[in-house]
T-cell receptor, first 109, second 112 residues
Framework: QKEVEQNSGPLSVPEGAIASLNCTYS??????FFWYRQYSGKSPELIMS????GDKEDGRFTAQLNKASQYVSLLIRDSQPSDSATYLC?????????FGTGTSLTVIP | DAGVIQSPRHEVTEMGQEVTLRCKPI?????LFWYRQTMMRGLELLIY????????DSGMPEDRFSAKMPNASFSTLKIQPSEPRDSAVYFC??????????FGNGTRLTVT
């Protein structure tokens, strides 16, 4: 079983819609959870961190964590074409970071 | 802070040549990670250091790969001899304990 699993997509949403990205992790000892955005040809960029159960909002982004279900999600409200990218879910456990394979998101104007 | 700095940005070399990738982590970060990213395999951890000491190198694909961190502000990843299957983007990243990972801009390696 992989440490972190994501639906690879591709996910397409119309401009202005809500994009929902999901991630599950296998180890209950995982401590911290992150979402990275990666544009084509660029490096991963941190967009959200979440450490406790519940929701965390930052602008148009909301991260949700449910440790009982071992589930992390990212909602992007009012999606813009500039949000088109690959989104990587990462889990921090011990001294290591474990990454999913990423979900490709396309926002259609 | 300038962030994690990697060099070179692009490297094109012939099979059999030695390749050295360089990284300067964010000042004060005591963890440094080397990743490799390909379309097929995604982001793979090669090795990570804590306080300049290699902690886990189980991701290093074979003996052709080696990494060093002679001091807190510099690390190298060396491939000798290089092979076409080593072509990938190599990222260096750093963090402080329990803080997020910050990536450099990466080195795109092409081995012909």
């Amino acid at each position: 079983q992989k440490e972190v699993e994501q639906n690879s997509g591709p996910l397409s949403v119309p401009e202005g819609a809500i994009a929902s990205l999901n991630c599950t992790y296998s180890d209950r000892g995982s401590q911290s959870f992150f979402w990275y955005r990666q544009y084509s040809g660029k490096s991963p960029e941190l967009i959200m961190s979440i450490y406790s159960n519940g929701d965390k909002e930052d602008g148009r982004f909301t991260a949700q964590l449910n440790k009982a279900s071992q589930y992390v999600s990212l909602l992007i409200r009012d999606s813009q074409p500039s949000d088109s990218a690959t989104y990587l879910c990462a889990v921090h456990r011990g001294n290591q970071f474990y990454f999913g394979t990423g979900t490709s998101l396309t926002v259609i104007p | 802070d300038a962030g994690v700095i990697q060099s070179p940005r692009h490297e094109v070399t012939e099979m059999g040549q030695e390749v050295t990738l360089r990284c300067k982590p964010i000042s004060g970060h005591d963890y440094l990670f080397w990743y490799r990213q390909t379309m097929m395999r995604g982001l793979e951890l090669l090795i990570y250091f804590n306080n300049n000491v290699p902690i886990d190198d189980s991701g290093m694909p074979e003996d052709r790969f080696s990494a060093k961190m002679p001091n807190a502000s510099f690390s190298t990843l060396k491939i000798q001899p290089s092979e076409p299957r080593d072509s990938a983007v190599y990222f260096c990243a750093s963090s402080d304990y329990n803080s997020p990972l910050h990536f450099g801009n990466g080195t795109r390696l092409t081995v012909t």
